[in-house]
């Protein structure tokens, strides 16, 4: 509640008048310098106000005397990198595949731009490094590769995806659900057995000759005949011990139940061809190329 002001005992200096519960208020007011630096940033936010971006109008908002866009500003950047890149990137575009490959200065460009490519695209689902996640996405760091790892079959892959429905040449093959009445369960759990030997994994004491046949008959014209795949065709090899959906004896004979499939979209016409290319080369370059 107000009182009167009147001279602190203990600082000597005036009480501001005002009392809570007992407690006086000093009257102790900010330093001038900070008074004079709060006045000026008072007088400097009105002149930013004038000159640049600042007050939101609905769905616009004022433009300032200036003109100035952090947008045009960020256009007139990447305008400028696209300038001092462009022979590097007429380069990639008119160049082969073997071509860039071959020529150490564009294929370090395309390294470095495929890189910067593939964190933006392909990184959430194949990880940072390529190392591939749970789920079905596939390593990319490695030497297995369903569709193939040349550089012709890597760009056909990125380029037009994987069972995208919507672009005519995507890569598209089916695995069979087996458990909707193809085989009968005892024959799955054989053929199961048999797919684990081929990677030196059987359980001790199977049986092997039942699902051999059946591996003959229903699996051996994608996986091919010693099951070491055949990426033409995007069948898996079964002999490398590498699995996209786990390689337990039950998710194998999951897989062969009821498959997964996975699915990746095209980045052609996404992404500009060059770096359609670019992606490529860095993907190809990430340790398991063929």
């Given at each position: ?15 501001t008048g005002h009392e809570w519960d007992g407690i006086k208020e000093l009257n102790t007011p900010l330093p001038k310098w900070w ?235 996404r992404l500009e061809s060059e770096t359609v290319k670019m992606l490529a080369i860095y993907v190809h370059s990430l340790g398991g190329?063929?």
């Amino acid at each position: 509640m107000p009182t009167k002001i009147e001279k602190d005992r203990l600082t000597g200096k005036d009480t501001t008048g005002h009392e809570w519960d007992g407690i006086k208020e000093l009257n102790t007011p900010l330093p001038k310098w900070w008074l004079y630096v709060f006045y000026a940033c008072i007088v400097w936010s009105i002149g930013y106000m004038v000159l640049y971006p600042a007050i939101p109008l609905g769905t616009t908002y004022t433009k300032g005397l200036l003109g100035w866009s952090s947008r045009d500003q960020v256009r007139d950047q990447i305008a400028d990198a696209r300038e001092r890149q462009g022979e590097f990137l007429v380069g990639v575009q008119e160049a082969s595949l073997e071509e860039i490959r071959a020529d150490s200065t564009l294929f370090t460009f395309a390294q470095r731009g495929g890189a910067i490519a593939f964190a933006d695209n392909c990184a959430a689902c194949h990880g940072a490094a390529g190392q591939g996640n749970d789920g079905g996405f596939p390593v990319l760091a490695d030497d297995a590769w369903i569709w193939g790892g040349s550089l012709d079959a890597i760009h056909q892959t990125i380029a037009h995806g994987v069972r995208w429905e919507e672009n005519p040449e995507t890569r598209f093959n089916m695995m069979p659900a087996y458990g909707d009445g193809l085989l009968a369960p005892e024959e799955i759990e054989q053929v199961t057995d048999y797919v684990l030997s081929l990677s030196g994994r059987a359980p001790e004491g199977a049986d092997l000759e039942p699902g051999a046949e059946i591996y003959a008959i229903q699996c051996s014209a994608c996986h091919g005949e010693q099951g070491e795949g055949i990426t033409d065709l995007g069948g898996p090899n079964l002999s490398d011990a590498i699995w996209l959906y786990g390689g337990e004896r039950d998710e194998v004979l999951a897989q062969i139940v009821n498959p997964q499939h996975g699915v990746m979209p095209p980045f052609g016409g996404r992404l500009e061809s060059e770096t359609v290319k670019m992606l490529a080369i860095y993907v190809h370059s990430l340790g398991g190329g063929q």
